[in-house]
């Protein structure tokens, strides 16, 4: 028992010749094994199959040649067994007449199946309703199946319907357009696979309810379909429904208004009413794909019009050449008839005359979505080519399914204005013809709209692009700026730390300078405390040297004087403490004059690299010199003083004056190569003085040699009590006074 | 009068009114940018191939906006022009032939690799990083982004790079506009000789 279900109606449509009679006379034959197989990889709605086998590889019927590319694409299998040729660009049975990649197969013949086994028996199920969807409709994606109608849409992807909930599951039986009944056959002969099939797919989107839509010109096919719910126990769930026949009532969107009611939105999916609509072919490929484990590789193409002497359909292997069917079914060109020889020869259309296309060669392979090959003579289906203007008498209006405003759309597809075209929502239009159909003018308004989806879309593809263009070039933009800012910012921090650097250089350079100068002054005042302690014990010196000489008067004085006898031991005692003061303050003083001597030798080698520069030995001459004259000084007043340091100083003034002799060797060697003239009268002018002073000294010498043999004498005299005492003595006087006049001259030579 | 005075006063008051209200409009409606700017940005091609003499599409549209001409964009063509027309409602004027011709189908580059150097020129010029490639490492054109500017033509020191049309396929072909049907009203006017080309050619 069928549910009463109420039927709706769509506005507009049409109805044309149906001209089914023709090829139901007989049941689905299959056309004899052709040469090769050529199979595009692009037989579907989405992305291209990416071949897996290569030239020469052999594959077995049912073996996966093209593995999907991407989510919305489908696999593609060898439909016989054979032997793959070639993998070349072959033309595809397409409006465009273009090229594209194929896999062209050699059948050897033997027509031998892969290894196949339904999805219950792979899985091991005892209960063949447990599989789960997700299961079935990855069988049916691996399967290749496509939608069958003549879109080709994946139907793995159709059926996952994600968030939508679907209550109705519709199978396409209505097949409304003219000449095609591959679906008509397939529903007499297959009806029990197909209903298979909805149950598969009910299993699959756990709708409520299944309804096949079935015009009411196909008694034979819907007698089938009821006979096969019956066998099937399925009355109760799938309703077979019998539609009127107008055309397009096939049309997705026009068959859910019809049995529902229900209007898909506007560029919506029929998933978003709880619907989900299939073709009967794509039912039954499923039963196959599930319960055998057949991958699509064939398909029911009916093969019809004026030029066919058997008409009928076939149940043809994807891939045979459209020639090859057309042989089998006997067409004969027409052109080869001499009575149309002037006339243009005939086309063959793939598709039906609504909505086909005419093919540009035979050679063309049957592909997933060719459900029909019509050969029409001219009479038959005479080709428009005189498009005269538009009347605007408003029929199109009237006819067209989707009710849209054809006579519109083709002004504004005819002016190219497509922003206006897109508004009057061209994009519902499906294209279906009935407008051109009933146009009095003969316009072929669906090309037009054809086009101007075209250009639309190529408008929105090109926007697309400018945008991503743009974005591109933004952010090229973007990154020169960053990266230049990155580069200014690098440079700027290399100049700062380089002026950092400059600075701390700078700053290092004061502090050293200071540090210099400071170790400068350090030493100057080192040179100065020496110089200052130099002074002092110099004073000391000089102090202890009176004290000395008044106390040796006072020792005279206190031996001369009986009274003051007992104090003669004091006073000795006081001149050797004042004697070895002295000798301290002496040992000192050298320690100071050498401390001092270094720190001005430090301060002059920090001051000037070049030890050997003229006015540093000048220098060292001069110091020299004042050694020497200081030296002779004390020599004098030792001498005066009749001390014991006389001979210690005048070994002294010995080695002062081999060191005068030596600066003055070196000022000299120097500033004789350098040739400076005043220098050299300098070094004249003091060579004559030092020729003075050694003059001087060397007398002085002499005469101290005589002072000292007249002391021995005086003193040898004395001890033996000798009569010569007072002559000895008025001689070492005399020898004295010499020896001060001696040294008299030398002190002012030695000054000057 | 006072009459005199009064409207004086009242003149006065209004106009302060109205000037502190729209004052305080263009301050609380103040528009960020120039969104004709935006606008202009959106029409044109965004080649950014400078044919137009700017540094890019943005900088020719901001010139627009500024009252520069807007047939200096051959990529964009004629139907660039007429969008620009309409936008900015001044009278489409036909392209300035100075800064090129419109191409007759759009092309992409194709870098010849065998012939490539590596030099880095082109991925330098181009100007939507379209180019992929390494110093002394063969460089290719990645199709898809290529506005097909020419911009890496000039620069390549071996000329190993050509510009191709792009190819019609399966994805962008689409179908052609029906002929207009055959000319119904006689006519002795004599065909002129782009017409006579034309069928040659059919």
């Known amino acids: 028992m069928t549910h009463l279900i109420q039927l709706h109606e769509f506005d507009g449509g049409i109805h044309p010749p149906e001209n089914k009679l023709q090829s139901t006379g007989r049941g689905i034959k299959k056309p004899p094994m052709p040469n090769e197989l050529v199979l595009p990889i692009h037989q579907h709605i989405g992305a291209p199959a990416d071949p897996v086998v290569a030239v020469g590889d052999t594959v077995l019927k049912g073996q996966t040649i093209a593995q999907p590319h991407g989510y919305v694409s489908a696999p593609l299998h060898a439909p016989t067994s054979g032997t793959v040729i070639a993998i070349e660009d072959r033309v595809v049975p397409h409006a465009s007449g273009l090229t594209e990649l194929s896999i062209v197969i050699k059948p050897d013949r033997q027509d031998s199946w892969i290894e196949h086994q339904s999805l219950c028996a792979e899985l091991g199920l005892d209960d063949c309703d447990d599989i789960p969807a997700d299961a079935l409709i990855a069988r049916i994606r691996d399967c290749g199946i496509a939608g069958m109608g003549g879109a080709g849409f994946p139907t793995a992807v159709k059926l996952n319907t994600g968030k939508y909930t679907i209550d109705t599951l519709i199978l396409n039986g209505a097949e409304c357009e003219p000449y095609i009944t591959a679906d008509d056959m397939l529903m007499r002969e297959r009806a029990v696979g197909i209903i298979r099939g909805a149950q598969i797919l009910l299993q699959i989107l756990k709708a409520e309810r299944c309804l096949i839509g079935v015009e009411d010109n196909k008694p034979e096919a819907i007698a089938a379909l009821e006979a096969a719910l019956l066998e099937l126990h399925e009355e109760h769930h799938i309703d077979v429904v019998t539609i009127p026949t107008k055309y397009p009532s096939g049309g997705e969107k026009q068959l859910i208004q019809i049995l529902t009611g229900k209007e898909v939105p506007s560029g919506g999916i029929p998933a978003q009413v709880g619907i989900v609509c299939q073709n009967v072919g794509t039912a039954l490929a499923i039963a196959e794909a599930v319960d055998e484990g057949k991958p699509l590789i064939s398909r029911i193409t009916t093969v019809t019009g004026d030029t066919i002497v058997d008409k009928g359909n076939w149940d043809v292997l994807l891939g045979t050449p459209v020639s090859h069917l057309l042989k089998a079914s006997g067409y004969q060109a027409p052109g080869k008839r001499k009575i149309f020889s002037n006339k243009k020869p005939t086309r063959i259309i793939m598709g039906g005359p609504m909505m086909g296309f005419a093919l540009p060669t035979t050679e063309l392979p049957v592909v997933k979505t060719t459900n029909c090959i019509l050969a029409p003579t001219n009479k038959e289906l005479p080709a428009n080519d005189i498009a005269m203007a538009c009347i605007r008498c408003g029929m199109c209006a009237d006819a067209c399914p989707a009710d849209l405003l054809p006579q519109q759309l083709y002004w504004f597809s005819k002016a190219e204005e497509l922003d206006k075209a897109e508004q009057h929502n061209l994009f519902d239009c499906i294209e279906c013809g009935a407008c051109s159909y009933v146009c009095p003018s003969e316009i072929p308004l669906v090309q037009y709209y054809r086009h101007s989806k075209g250009a639309i879309r190529e408008e929105r593809a090109t926007y697309q692009k400018a945008e991503q263009a743009r974005e591109r070039f933004e952010a090229r933009i973007a990154r020169q700026e960053r990266e230049q800012a990155e580069k200014d910012a690098k440079r700027k921090a290399r100049a700062e730390a380089a002026a950092k650097a400059q600075e701390a250089k700078k700053s290092a350079a004061p502090t050293n300078s200071a540090a210099d100068k400071a170790s400068i002054s350090t030493s100057t005042v080192q040179a100065a405390t020496n110089s200052a302690d130099l002074e002092k014990l110099q004073k000391q010196l000089t102090g202890a040297q009176a004290a000395l000489v008044k106390t040796k008067e006072k020792l005279e004085a206190a031996q001369n004087d009986p009274d003051q006898a007992d104090k003669v031991a004091l006073f000795e005692g006081a001149l050797a403490k004042t004697q070895d003061k002295i000798k301290k303050i002496a040992i000192d003083m050298a320690a100071a004059k050498k ?51 006389v001979e210690l100083l005048t070994q002294g003034l010995e080695k002062q004056k081999a060191r ?40 002085i010498r002499a005469q101290q040699d005589r002072v000292a043999k007249a002391n021995e004498r005086l003193e040898m005299a004395k001890a033996e009590g000798l009569d010569t005492v007072d002559a000895l003595t008025k001689a070492h006087t005399k020898q004295l006074e010499k020896l001060a006049g001696l040294e008299a001259q030398l002190t002012p030579a030695g000054e000057a | 009068m006072s009459t005199i005075i009064i409207a004086v006063v009242v003149l006065s008051v209004l106009a302060l009114v109205f000037g502190a209200l729209l004052g305080f409009a263009s301050v609380r409606f103040k528009v960020e940018g120039n969104p004709i700017v935006d606008q202009i940005n959106d029409v044109l091609p965004q080649t950014q191939c400078g044919q137009c003499g700017y540094p890019g599409c943005k900088p020719y549209a901001e010139a627009i906006a500024g009252g520069e001409k807007i047939n200096k964009c051959p990529p964009g063509g004629e139907g660039t022009i007429q969008s620009l027309a309409d936008l900015l409602g001044v009278e489409p004027e036909p392209l300035d032939a100075e800064h090129g011709a419109e191409k007759a189908v759009p092309t992409v580059a194709y870098i010849r690799e065998d012939e490539c150097i590596g030099c880095t020129k082109c991925i330098q010029a181009c100007p939507v990083d379209a180019i992929l490639g390494a110093a002394k490492q063969m460089h290719t054109v990645i199709v898809d982004e290529c506005t097909g500017c020419d911009l890496c033509v000039e620069p390549c020191p071996v000329d190993c790079i050509d510009m191709i049309p792009v190819g019609v396929d399966r994805n962008n072909w689409y179908w052609q506009a029906p002929k207009t049907g055959a000319a119904l009203i006689a006519t002795d006017r004599q065909p002129s000789a782009s017409t006579l080309v034309a069928e040659e050619h059919v």
Do not use: C, I
């Not at chain 1, 001597?597 to 920090?606: D, M, Y």
């Not at chain 1, 030995?617 to 000084?633: G, P, Q």
């Open chain 1, 660 to 699: 005068v002799e030596e600066a003055k060797a070196a000022y000299e060697a120097v500033s004789s190569s350098t040739k400076n003239s005043s220098v050299a009268e300098v070094s004249t002018d003091d060579l004559n003085k030092e020729n003075a002073n050694d003059e001087l000294n060397r007398k």
């Open chain 1, 595 to 645: 401390a001092a001597k270094t720190s001005t030798t430090e301060a002059g080698v920090s001051d000037k690299g070049d030890p050997n520069s003229p006015e540093r030995l000048k220098k060292k001459w001069d110091t020299a010199h004042a050694r020497l004259e200081t030296a002779s000084k004390r020599l004098t007043e030792a001498q005066e003083q009749g001390l014991d340091t």
